[in-house]
T-cell receptor, first 114, second 113 residues
Framework: EAQVTQNPRYLITVTGKKLTVTCSQN?????MSWYRQDPGLGLRQIYY???????DKGDVPEGYKVSRKEKRNFPLILESPSPNQTSLYFC?????????????FGDGTRLSIL | GDSVTQMEGPVTLSEEAFLTINCTYT??????LFWYVQYPGEGLQLLLK?????DKGSNKGFEATYRKETTSFHLEKGSVQVSDSAVYFC????????????FGQGTTLQVKP
């Protein structure tokens, strides 16, 4: 089954404790992206990757890092999490970064930073 | 910059009622337009899309037409079911925009039996 898999689904942690949210897709997609969803704001892009070893900032990259060492994986790293990063996070992928390509989303990771 | 505006929710309808969720956009060039649906506890699923002016996207009884003259992409369904209760997001992706989806704030639909 074609899917985007995120882990963990839920995490409660404390300020400053490094964490990684993993994302993996099995569709051989070139393009991957991370979004955060906050009430009343919709989804906003954090980082994206056009292909392996190619990543760039989205609209809200502060406090986050990413890497793309393999085509299927695109982890999101919070080096020193803070309470304002409490949010619902989605990983997405598409065949390419072309504007007409629909993106496939994971089920989300709900992070609570205390 | 590019943006998407959706009608405020929540929208509450009775089963079999007609649904319209308004969506307007601002973009340079000719974006592709999408509707995504999010069921409770799940990720976003593509509902339908349109990639050029006057295109009509349709799926599962939902329809939306890309109207360049009014910069709109309103979602419609003739007869909603309880199972359609979800959050609906309108989004655009501008050509040359690095694949980024720009979302509206989402509209919650609740359908009562």
């Amino acid at each position: 089954e074609a899917q985007v898999t995120q882990n963990p689904r839920y995490l409660i942690t404390v300020t400053g404790k490094k964490l990684t949210v993993t994302c993996s897709q099995n569709m051989n997609h070139e393009y991957m992206s991370w979004y955060r969803q906050d009430p009343g704001l919709g989804l906003r892009q954090i980082y994206y990757s056009m292909n392996v070893e190619v990543t760039d900032k989205g609209d809200v990259p502060e406090g986050y890092k990413v890497s793309r060492k393999e085509k299927r994986n695109f982890p999101l790293i919070l080096e020193s999490p803070s309470p304002n990063q409490t949010s619902l996070y989605f990983c997405a992928s598409s065949l390419t970064g072309n504007s007409n390509q629909p993106q496939h989303f994971g089920d989300g990771t709900r992070l609570s930073i205390l | 910059g590019d943006s998407v505006t959706q009608m405020e929710g929540p929208v509450t309808l009775s089963e079999e009622a007609f649904l319209t969720i308004n969506c307007t956009y601002t973009a340079t060039g000719y974006p592709s337009l999408f509707w995504y649906v999010q069921y409770p506890g799940e990720g976003l699923q593509l509902l339908l899309k349109a990639t050029k002016a006057d295109d009509k996207g349709s799926n599962k009884g939902f329809e939306a037409t890309y109207r360049k003259e009014t910069t709109s992409f309103h979602l419609e369904k003739g007869s909603v079911q309880v199972s359609d209760s979800a959050v609906y997001f309108c989004a655009l992706n501008s050509a040359g925009n690095t694949g980024k989806l720009i979302f509206g704030q989402g509209t919650t639909l609740q359908v009562k039996p």
